[in-house]
């Protein structure tokens, strides 16, 4: 495990951001390894609750025990995805003071190589944010269509050379089915040309299948809107995103939910089902130098934050 295992990204700023209140009701909706729920919790007193989620059961099952033994904390192994569900079945819509969505990979998953997530480490092709559901990324890959493939890489990975890349996998699978995280970097590697690039060829590649196979950009969309409905008048919503395919999603969600509709502009009588839901709260938010130079996984990592309207 890394030294970064459990060092919690832009945490003074989620602090400052979810604008907490002792006796109310949080959720966060990436537990991980709890870096930010131990924190929330630390603020938060006798009368306070904090609502916790994750869908990887190493997550829920390294807990601390500390956390655990909290009665004014729950952990509940699902996908944010079920925010609504999650939060209706504790009678709680509505009432919810702050919510943070931590949106990347955490550090002990990328560093097992049996979660199949790191072209550094070999290991089963997996990349499942759940290993009891969906479809490993070693079946997902030998299934999938080139040209399907060729749009997942360039969109969700961003990737220039996407075709390319692409058509390689296809002829490698073609020779041998593609089952160990080695054996995939290698193939983009050999494929990909070297331009000195600061990160490694595969890391486009691993990204944009992660995302493919886990659907996060589709969770991510569902749980935005389910966010402002649990809730109340005042509450916060705090989003940390770590590439921009992300930010994007998260920014136009923000900016399209804080401003009425194009034909009510300027209208002094806006119908309410078309006045703005949340209010921007200052600028993103990015890591300091210092932060960067104790823990790397924050220099790509971008809080957007909004308030409830």
Not at 184 to 199: D, M, S
């Amino acid at each position: 495990m890394s030294s970064n295992a459990h060092v919690p990204v832009l945490l003074g700023p989620v602090l400052e951001g979810l604008n907490i209140k002792p006796d109310g009701c949080y959720v966060d909706g990436t537990f991980g390894r709890g870096g930010h729920s131990k924190e929330i919790l630390r603020q938060l007193g006798e009368n306070g609750r904090l609502i916790a989620i994750d869908r990887d059961p190493a997550a829920i099952a390294n807990a601390p025990e500390s956390l655990l033994q909290d009665p004014r904390f729950e952990l509940v192994r699902g996908s944010f995805a079920q925010l609504e569900s999650i939060i209706g079945e504790r009678n709680l819509v509505g009432q919810v003071d702050g919510l943070l969505f931590d949106l990347g990979v955490s550090s002990p998953q990328l560093d097992e190589a049996g979660r199949g997530f790191s072209f550094r480490r070999d290991g089963p092709l997996d990349m499942r944010m759940d290993p009891d559901s969906g479809t490993p990324a070693s079946d997902w890959l030998a299934s999938v269509e080139e040209r399907d493939l060729k749009y997942v890489l360039r969109q969700f990975g961003e990737e220039t050379h996407a075709a390319r890349i692409a058509r390689a996998i296809v002829e490698a699978r073609d020779r041998a089915p593609i089952s160990r995280t080695a054996q995939l970097a290698r193939i983009v590697e050999e494929a990909k040309p070297q331009r000195g690039e600061k990160i490694h060829p595969a890391t486009k590649t691993f990204q944009a299948i992660r995302i493919a196979v886990n659907g996060e950009l589709e969770q991510l969309d569902a749980v935005l809107q389910q966010a402002v409905t649990v809730m109340r008048e005042g509450a916060r919503l705090c989003v940390i995103s770590f590439h921009s395919l992300e930010d994007r999603i998260v920014k136009r969600f923000m900016r399209d939910a804080s401003r009425e509709p194009e034909q009510y502009r300027g209208m002094p009588d806006i119908p309410e089902e078309y006045r703005p839901q949340l209010a921007l709260i200052g600028k993103p938010v990015t890591a300091s130098d210092d932060e960067i130079d104790a823990n790397r996984r924050a220099r790509s990592a971008r809080l957007r934050i909004a308030e409830k309207t």
